[in-house]
T-cell receptor, first 110, second 113 residues
Framework: SQELEQSPQSLIVQEGKNLTINCTSSKTLYGLYWYKQKYGEGLIFLMMLQKGGEEKSHEKITAKLDEKKQQSSLHITASQPSHAGIYLCGADMRGFKTIFGAGTRLFVKA | DVKVTQSSRYLVKRTGEKVFLECVQDMDHENMFWYRQDPGLGLRLIYFSYDVKMKEKGDIPEGYSVSREKKERFSLILESASTNQTSMYLC????????????FGSGTRLTVV
């Protein structure tokens, strides 16, 4: 069964709008990663969160980790066409294994 | 920049063929991984390796094997390809306990006919 749930599965936004993607774990999070994937390509690391309440930013992308809720949210401000792609959250559950959510497909309309 | 290079972007193989997917990284990383990515299922870990000649099963190792004879190269082997192994295969590498995530290759889209 899926241990990391992402929502929404897909998202279409108008350029310039803000958006949020959520990632919820069924188990304790020791480290939460956010990656972006352009369609048909590999993953690009965005940021990693470890501590409850931690917040990091990468350009116009901000991610927070709510450790109590075992949830992370990724927020994009003033979306641009370059933000389009698939956003995946990953988590270190045990040892070296990182598992991933199913991804959120983001489309940005110009 | 760290590079993880996968030998093929697209591959078409016949059912029953033995298939080799190659992955090479140039940063002396200890850990290397093979994932497959399918719509609605995300990335699923097939095998990983934390040292030369060491390997560990991931979540879906059935039908696959791996080889890591040199630190920079991690090969995924489909012993007898089947149509349900049609997928996008992604290789990744990184340090243990990294704070920087892993570096992924561009992926190999394998179609088994």
């Amino acid at each position: 069964s899926q241990e990391l749930e992402q929502s929404p599965q897909s998202l279409i936004v108008q350029e310039g709008k803000n958006l949020t993607i959520n990632c919820t774990s069924s188990k304790t999070l020791y480290g939460l990663y956010w990656y972006k994937q352009k369609y048909g390509e590999g993953l690009i690391f965005l940021m990693m969160l470890q501590k409850g309440g931690e917040e990091k930013s990468h350009e116009k992308i901000t991610a927070k980790l709510d450790e109590k809720k075992q949830q992370s949210s990724l927020h994009i401000t003033a979306s641009q066409p370059s933000h389009a792609g698939i956003y995946l959250c990953g988590a270190d559950m045990r040892g070296f294994k990182t598992i991933f959510g199913a991804g959120t497909r983001l489309f940005v309309k110009a | 920049d760290v590079k993880v290079t996968q030998s093929s972007r697209y591959l078409v193989k016949r059912t029953g063929e033995k298939v080799f997917l190659e992955c090479v990284q140039d940063m002396d990383h200890e850990n290397m991984f093979w994932y497959r990515q399918d719509p609605g299922l995300g990335l699923r870990l097939i095998y990983f390796s934390y040292d030369v000649k060491m390997k560990e099963k991931g979540d879906i190792p059935e039908g696959y094997s791996v080889s890591r004879e040199k630190k920079e190269r991690f090969s995924l082997i489909l012993e007898s390809a089947s149509t349900n192994q049609t997928s996008m295969y992604l290789c990744a590498s990184g340090w243990g306990g990294t704070n920087y995530g892993y570096t992924f290759g561009s992926g190999t889209r394998l179609t088994v006919v």
